[in-house]
Each structure stands twice: as C-alpha cells, then as structure tokens.
C-alpha cells in the first residue's frame, strides 16, 4: 500500500474577511474532493484571511500512481485563479 500526502500553501489576495476566504477555500477543496477521489481539508492557518494551508492524501497500490495524482491536484489548485499556490510539499509513504 502506498500513501500520497502532500501540504499546499496558498495566498489568497481577494479575500478581504475570514467568510470570504472560508469560502474560497471549502470551494477549492470540495472540487478536489470530487474531481480526484481524494481526502482534503483546510489544516492550517484558519485564522489569517490571506493564507491557507490544505491537506491531501490518496491511498494507491503504486508509488507512481500517487504521485501523478499529487501531481496532478496541484496543478489543479495552480490553474484555478482563485489563489496563489505559495509553497507545496509531498510525501509518498510505502505501508508493507
């Protein structure tokens, strides 16, 4: 069993209140959640309303499949325009 876990860093710049950013942010993750099959959620920074910081995880049976799908849900937050991609880090993880 392999897991991906990657932590996005974003700026959001229209985001002018927490509400604002709040709903930027549940946006961004539900598409992901949808699009991807994957388990996301808001793991950080929930009281600045400028920056944000996500949390993904997918649970694949090769390495290489979990780090296209990190890959690829980057990519993903990169080309949405609603926040800026600040910093990401991923980890795959092998469980025997």
Do not use: P
């Amino acid at each position: 069993m392999v897991v991906g876990v990657c932590k996005v860093t974003l700026n959001i710049d229209d985001a002018f209140s927490l509400k604002e950013k709040r709903q930027i942010v549940r946006s961004i993750v539900e598409r992901l959640k949808a699009k991807f099959n994957a388990s996301v959620a808001e793991v950080g920074l929930n009281d600045m309303w400028k920056n944000a910081v996500i949390g993904i995880s997918c649970v694949s049976n090769e390495s290489s499949h979990a780090d296209s799908m990190m890959a690829n849900m980057v990519n993903f937050i990169e080309n949405d325009g609603r926040a800026v991609l600040f910093d990401y880090s991923t980890e795959i993880i092998h469980i025997s």
